[in-house]
């Protein structure tokens, strides 16, 4: 479809059952982000439907994401920058404190505000083509989807200085060691692994899912007292529920799945 079809959706929806599967629907452009394009996957995290219970984003085309859209940067104050950077800081934080938990195929580039995206999702399944870059220094320009905090949290400051510094292309088996990617597996082979994995989330207690969603970040940023008195609180409110108490119950009258070696 053509670039210039302003009626082109950016972001597509398809709803199976408890997955929610949402698509970047811009690889005439490498699914590089724009504002509209932003501003669509704000909304679509925003208003899925209560029956969703986990997601999957993917790239349509060859690419994950080109990242911010350089044609965007052109005409940009200063003033309107920081604005700018509010609109990606806005869309990710609904996509990692949202409701739903979201596993993202990673597939060719996963490059500058691309990457920001992807540190932003739960679970990050990596196709063997898929490469992780920041040419932030490359363009002149710098982190501003929220890459300093969260890509920095995932493989520490130091890495993403020199893959900034240097330009530094790592690759898929690569990513994964740093921990930019939980799975790595075939090309083509990313849904249907994210698919394998949203069907376990999916099948988890809602109330665990959010306490790992929204809980376990808070707390990894708190003061050891701190992190200790949440978890205990949020512990105390999983295990309380009668959801909690029947999974338990079934395990140990023997009806529920063991944990087995994958
Ligand atoms: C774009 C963008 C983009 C592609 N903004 N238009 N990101 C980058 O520096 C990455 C720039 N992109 C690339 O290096 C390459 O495009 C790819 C390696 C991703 C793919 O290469 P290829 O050969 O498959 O495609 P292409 O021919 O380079 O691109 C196809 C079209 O997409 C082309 O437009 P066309 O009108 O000539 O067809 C490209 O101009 C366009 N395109 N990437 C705009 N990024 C919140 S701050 C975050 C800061 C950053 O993200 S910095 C990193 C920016």
Redesign the pocket.
Known sequence: MSENNTDQKLVLLDIDGPVATVTLNRA???N?LNVRMLNELRDCFTTLPSTVKVAILVGSGQ?FS??????ELTEASIEEGIYQ?QI?YETFEKIQFGRVPVVGVLKG?V???GL?LASSLHVRVAEQDAYFAL??GQ?G?F???GGSVRISKLIGFSRVSEMMLTGHVLNANEGQQLGLAHYVVAPDAGLAKARELAKRIAGNAALSNFAIMRALPLIAEQPMSQGLFTESLMAAVTQNAPEAKARVNAFLQKRAEKVVPQ
Do not use: Q, T
């Open positions: 005439e452009k490498r590089a690419h080109a990242g911010l859209d350089l044609s950077s990606w580039a490059v500058g505000g920001e040419p932030e363009r320009i982190l501003g989807g």
